[in-house]
């Protein structure tokens, strides 16, 4: 059964940094692109960022672009985003999310997370 | 950049079925796969169908998906109490070089 368990949320004041990781479990981690997607409170979803299953591609929207960095370590089966010069409109409910193969995978998310709530205020 | 319009509401009442639409903007909608996830009330989204009419295990066949040029629907029939959430469309976008969701549907069983 495919797990994924992201912690690191929490609140922090506009201009600071977060970072993000997914526990994933029950698939062979490196082999499928992973992603973030978020939902801002009572809105609908927006993709954030995504990475190949090598952790050679990375992309990121560009409401992210410069700010945040998505990684990965294929050794410990983590998925990682690193949020910097967060604003107040960053915050949001972040899921990690599965794609269904290791390239350009993210386009169809098969499975996500329970979610990470970061909120930036001051 | 593609843009997804679906309808922010719709009900029905149990054992009635319902559709959802999800109209696409862009010029090569026609030619690409559409996705539907359901997210209930205080969960993560969960994919219901894939490449326009697929059902990954484990999801009722109560939830059909089709597509016909540059429109998709999703259609729940049998409704029960339980599917009562927000269903969001979804496709990829080579500009975005990434997913692109619609705003969501909130379906409410009366």
């Known amino acids: 059964e495919v797990q994924l368990l992201e912690s690191g949320g929490g609140s922090v004041q506009p201009g600071g940094s977060l970072r993000l990781s997914c526990a994933a479990s029950g698939f062979t981690f490196s082999s499928y692109a992973m992603s973030w997607v978020r939902q801002a409170p009572g809105k609908g979803l927006e993709w954030v960022s995504a990475i190949s299953g090598s952790g050679g591609n990375t992309f990121h929207a560009d409401s992210v672009k410069g700010r945040f960095t998505i990684s990965r370590d294929n050794s410990k089966n983590t998925l990682h985003l690193q949020m910097d010069s967060l604003r107040a409109e960053d915050t949001a409910v972040y899921y990690c999310?599965?794609?269904?193969?290791?390239?350009?995978?993210?386009?169809?998310?098969?499975?996500w997370g329970r979610g990470a709530l970061v909120t930036v205020s001051s | 950049q593609s843009v997804l319009t679906q309808p922010p509401s719709t009900s029905g009442t149990p054992g009635q079925e319902v559709t959802i639409s999800c109209s696409g903007s862009?010029?090569?909608?026609?030619?690409?796969?559409v996705n539907w996830y359901q997210q209930l009330p205080g969960t993560a989204p969960k994919l219901v169908i894939n490449?326009?009419?697929q059902r990954p295990a484990g999801v009722p066949d109560r939830f059909s998906g089709s597509k016909s040029g540059t429109s998709a629907t999703l259609a729940i029939s049998g409704l029960q109490s339980e599917d009562e959430g927000d269903y969001y469309c979804q496709v990829w976008d080579d500009s975005l070089n990434g997913p692109v969701f619609g705003g969501g549907t909130k379906l409410t069983v009366l």
């Open positions: 490449n326009n009419n």
């Open positions: 862009s010029s090569n909608f026609a030619r690409i796969t």
């Open positions: 999310a599965k794609g269904d193969h290791g390239g350009y995978g993210w386009g169809l998310l098969t499975d």
